[in-house]
């Protein structure tokens, strides 16, 4: 059922009712107030905010948290900040002031990585974003197998809205890391996403992003070095064109090449001269 919040000025009482209840969207934007109609439109569990409405509150909670010599309590920082990073993402003070309300156990971690997976919804390149779910992460003490679902997730859907994120791969690989130091189930994870990522890459041939993330699983995962060969060399014979693949198969030949013999050396660049061959016909 839809519900639209009617918003003629800046009724904070009503924008207070949607910041109360922000961890239920899944979703929100940012549109002119011609095209909404109104300052704040919900419909079922997504949430849009007018530009205008966006920018003056944001300005002013930017006033009241930062340059105002009034004490605020951490119901009000914990407000303030969040309409601005809304808007504002990139504002790291922001973060750090929710940073200490995490520490001080007046915010909860886990409604945080929901809130900044709200937000990395909205701006999918957001470093300041993925360094807060990192401090939530390893300061926490929360467990991985957890919340490694939701985090592939969040990496995965911010990897789709803007491709070549270098942001979202870069976490993905940390978070990775994290998880195969401390659980039993290591292989498990990278078996799943060496699947995931090849699904991605056949989809998004030109972001050289995914095939960075899939040397980083290959690094871990030596015995799919040939299997990652043949996959590449079936793309490239569809997409010849596409520099990443001939970047990619390039690292790929490299790691198969290392500690060879010089007559497996050989065998390898013979065939290789067949692929090009081959595929030199088929242009």
Not at 111 to 118: C, G, P, T, V
Not at 139 to 152: A, P, T
Not at 218 to 237: A, G, H, Q, V
């Amino acid at each position: 059922m839809s519900e639209v919040i009617e918003d003629d000025s800046i009724d904070m009482n009503k924008l207070n009712q949607v910041l109360k209840s922000l961890n239920q969207y899944t979703e929100y934007d940012i549109l002119a107030r011609e095209v909404l109609g109104k300052d704040i439109v919900v419909f079922e569990d997504k949430v849009a905010f007018s530009v205008e409405l966006s920018t003056s509150i944001a300005r002013n909670a930017l006033k009241k948290l930062f340059h105002s010599n009034k004490e605020l309590d951490n119901f009000e920082v914990c407000r303030l900040s969040t309409i601005l990073l809304l808007f504002f993402p990139d504002v790291n003070s922001a973060w750090n002031r929710r940073r200490h309300l995490i520490l001080t156990g007046f915010l909860q971690p886990k409604d945080e990585l929901i809130f900044s997976s709200l937000i990395l919804g909205k701006f999918p390149k957001c470093f300041s974003a993925f360094c807060y779910r990192r401090f939530i992460i390893t300061r926490c003490g929360l467990c991985l197998e957890d919340i490694v679902q939701k985090e592939v997730e969040v990496c995965d859907k911010t990897a789709r809205l803007y491709s070549n994120n270098y942001y979202s791969w870069t976490h993905r690989i940390w978070f990775v890391q994290l998880y195969c130091k401390s659980s039993a189930k290591k292989s498990e994870l990278l078996t799943t996403e060496f699947s995931i990522s090849k699904k991605y890459v056949e989809y998004h041939i030109s972001d050289y992003s995914g095939l960075q993330y899939r040397q980083f699983l290959l690094s871990l995962m030596n015995e799919c070095l040939k299997e990652e060969l043949y996959f590449t060399d079936s793309l490239i014979r569809i997409y010849s064109e596409h520099e990443s693949l001939w970047y990619h198969k390039r690292y790929v030949l490299n790691q198969i090449l290392k500690g060879r013999n010089n007559l497996e050396r050989k065998d390898l660049i013979e065939n290789e001269k067949l692929f090009i061959d081959d595929l030199k016909k088929r242009l």
